[in-house]
């Protein structure tokens, strides 16, 4: 079946880019997600972008898609305390099925 | 941004009880609901599509029977855990999809944290 996989943990300092990565393996996906949770909370939806689009620029959060790879990466500048966080890829076909990664918990350090 | 309610946010009951959650988009109709269950330091595990007015779709390996899964109006959609089990305790999330098909934006609930004792 569909796979998503992203890396545990991240760890930045406060001021540094932080960079998380996620790989999926459905190439008929359409559309691509970041969401971010925070502690004992739902998801909340950073960004999303197409699959004929390689980049996406929303202020501090850049998403780059290399769809050959399938690969898909969240760039967050400038990374504050309060981006610590959970943070899930997602992605979603033709259908309303989607297949949400493991989750990368990002720690932001002072 | 649109808004998806969920209630209660955490709930904690006897085994053998049920327990219902309600899921609520307050802002928007949503004609699919989703049910996820996320169990510590994990991923979302989808375990049903809910459509206003039909019968929900369920995973495989989820239990209809265990999971009743109602979606009465197209800003509700509700989740009995019946007969509770310790091993239902876990961390339930909502979501409803503005849109339709893979276009449509996902907006989750807070969660409904269950613990059965």
């Known amino acids: 079946g569909e796979d998503v996989e992203q890396s545990l943990f991240l760890s930045v300092r406060e001021g540094d880019s932080s960079v998380i990565n996620c790989t999926y393996t459905?190439?008929?996906?359409?559309?691509l997600y970041w969401y971010k949770q925070e502690p004992g909370a739902g998801l909340q939806l950073l960004t999303y972008?197409?699959?004929?689009?390689d980049m996406k620029q929303d202020q501090r959060l850049t998403v780059l898609l290399n769809k050959k790879d399938k690969h898909l990466s969240l760039r967050i500048a400038d990374t504050q305390t309060g981006d610590s966080a959970i943070y899930f890829c997602?992605?979603?076909?033709?259908?309303?099925?989607?297949?949400f990664g493991t989750g990368t918990r990002l720690k932001v350090l002072a | 941004g649109a808004v998806v309610s969920q209630h209660p946010s955490w709930v904690i009951c006897k085994s053998g009880t049920s327990v219902k959650i309600e899921c609520r988009s307050l802002?928007?109709?949503?004609?699919?609901m989703f049910w996820y269950r996320q169990f510590p330091k994990q991923s979302l595990m989808l375990m049903a599509t809910?459509?206003?007015?039909?019968?929900?779709?369920?995973e495989q390996g989820v239990e209809k029977d265990k999971f009743l899964i109602n979606h009465a109006s197209l800003t509700l959609s509700t989740l009995t855990v019946t007969s509770a089990h310790p091993e239902d305790s876990s961390f339930y999330i909502c979501?409803?999809?503005?849109?339709?098909?893979?276009?449509?934006?996902?907006?989750f609930g807070e969660g409904s944290r269950l613990t059965v004792l």
């Open positions: 802002d928007f109709q949503a004609t699919t």
């Open positions: 972008i197409f699959s004929n689009m």
């Open positions: 997602a992605v979603a076909s033709g259908t309303y099925k989607y297949i």
């Open positions: 809910s459509n206003e007015g039909s019968k929900a779709t369920y």
């Open positions: 459905d190439s008929s996906s359409t559309y």
């Open positions: 979501s409803a999809q503005r849109g339709p098909g893979a276009a449509g934006e996902l907006f």
